[in-house]
């Protein structure tokens, strides 16, 4: 997640990809990606790398705004 934060703008890539194919699997990844997220961006958050803001707004890109771009979704 590091290297995809340094490289990319954060509303180009999206955090989730799946090639699943029921709900259950894709509920599950879904909800350990958000987990591993969370984490991860906390992490960055207590080392100073970035503020409270900043991290939601990662978090948002990631998981809504560059998909929603992608597939022009509101």
């Known amino acids: 997640m590091q290297y ?29 990606v958000k987990r591993v997220l969370a984490e991860f961006l906390a992490g960055r ?10 991290a939601i707004g990662v978090a948002r890109d990631w998981l809504y705004e560059s998909a929603a771009r992608r597939y022009r979704v509101g």
């Open 45 to 54: 958050v207590a080392a100073g790398w970035m503020d409270g803001e900043e």
């Open 4 to 32: 995809r934060l340094e490289a990319l703008p954060t509303v180009k890539a999206s955090l989730i990809a799946s090639d699943s194919r029921c709900i259950e699997w894709t509920y599950g990844k879904i909800w350990l």
